[in-house]
């Protein structure tokens, strides 16, 4: 009797769960969307132009991507040095301390027969 589950029923609640939650989905992302325009339209903002190429200008405070590039390779160069290490393996002992812990599994099973 396949535990007198009532299929029909339960495919419909099954497919009325997804639909609403993609459903929800798309109103979720049309929400953003309608966020975004809204956000861009009260500061002005305008959607970039792809090819419109950039002029870039030097100032005294903004150095151009070229002279950006070359100061941060020349910062890695100069800050990223590593120190030379002995390629030998060394492999030390070190003695186990007592630990209360360790001593609990001894007397776990001791059965007291009185």
């Given at each position: 009797m396949m535990l007198a589950i009532n299929w029909g029923f339960a495919l419909l609640?099954?497919?009325?769960g997804i639909g609403t939650v993609f459903m929800l989905l798309i109103v979720l992302i049309w929400i953003i969307n309608l966020q975004t325009k809204l956000t861009n339209a009260i500061n002005g903002e305008k959607k970039p132009v792809a090819a419109t190429p950039v002029a870039s200008v030097t100032t005294d405070t903004h150095p151009t991507p070229?002279?950006?590039?070359?100061?941060?390779?020349?910062?890695?160069l100069y800050f990223d040095a590593h120190d030379e290490e002995p390629h030998v393996i060394t492999i030390e002992e070190v003695e186990r301390r007592y630990s209360p812990w360790s001593s609990k599994i001894y007397s776990m099973r001791n059965t007291v027969i009185k």
């Open positions: 609640v099954t497919g009325i070229h002279e950006q590039a070359a100061i941060a390779m020349a910062m890695h």
